[in-house]
T-cell receptor, first 109, second 115 residues
Framework: GESVGLHLPTLSVQEGDNSIINCAYS??????FIWYKQESGKGPQFIID?????DKRQGQRVTVLLNKTVKHLSLQIAATQPGDSAVYFC????????FGAGTRLTVKP | KAGVTQTPRYLIKTRGQQVTLSCSPI?????VSWYQQTPGQGLQFLFE???????NKGNFPGRFSGRQFSNSRSEMNVSTLELGDSALYLC??????????????FGQGTRLTVV
């Protein structure tokens, strides 16, 4: 069936480096994509979203790229900080919102 | 404005019992979605309610049910609890629901432990 998935379960980066978290989706009809950050003991927190009529969207220190040709989504975090350590989920939305498995980002000081 | 509120935060139940979880969405939001989160399965969609009607349902057995009230507050119920139902149950509210592709805000979840 259709699914959303993440390429890597864990990612470790040095403080100050840029991070890239990837996501593959299989429902070509999905038209809205969201990245969430979940810290331990908390619910997922919205980071940034992008609609299917866009290829790129930038926020504060974060950029989401959407490649509809290969059904790929990525989240780029610039100058990664210790506070960015969390699990990151991508989600695709068509009739309902479906989440990927999540990537745990660890930032080393 | 107040965020999404889920109660209780923690719950311990025995196998075979039933449980009811509550979610109060952000004021003005009409859509409430429920998710089950476990280490092995990640975030799994349970169902979505919009204006008191179940609009979408995930692949969970009939033991999992829900409802939404006229004030948009939602409850989910799990009957005949099994050990595998132990999880963090999250609800998310949004303005128009998935149909309108609007951002969903999550509560902190209810941690259910079945013993």
């Amino acid at each position: 069936g259709e699914s959303v998935g993440l390429h890597l379960p864990t990612l470790s980066v040095q403080e100050g480096d840029n991070s890239i978290i990837n996501c593959a989706y299989s429902n070509s009809a999905s038209d809205y994509f969201i990245w969430y950050k979940q810290e331990s003991g908390k619910g997922p927190q919205f980071i940034i979203d992008i609609r299917s009529n866009m290829d790129k969207r930038q926020g504060q220190r974060v950029t989401v790229l959407l490649n509809k040709t290969v059904k790929h989504l990525s989240l780029q975090i610039a100058a990664t900080q210790p506070g960015d350590s969390a699990v990151y989920f991508c989600a695709e939305n068509k009739d309902d919102m479906r989440f990927g498995a999540g990537t745990r980002l660890t930032v080393k000081p | 404005k107040a965020g999404v509120t889920q109660t209780p935060r923690y719950l311990i139940k025995t196998r075979g019992q039933q449980v009811t979880l509550s979610c109060s969405p952000i004021s003005g939001h009409r859509s409430v979605s429920w998710y089950q989160q476990t280490p092995g399965q990640g975030l799994q969609f349970l169902f979505e309610y919009f204006s008191e009607t179940q609009r979408n349902k995930g692949n969970f057995p009939g033991r999992f049910s829900g409802r939404q009230f006229s004030n948009s507050r939602s409850e989910m119920n799990v009957s005949t609890l099994e050990l595998g139902d132990s999880a963090l149950y999250l609800c998310a509210s949004s303005l128009g629901g998935s149909f309108y592709n609007t951002e969903a805000f999550f509560g902190q979840g209810t941690r259910l432990t079945v013993v």
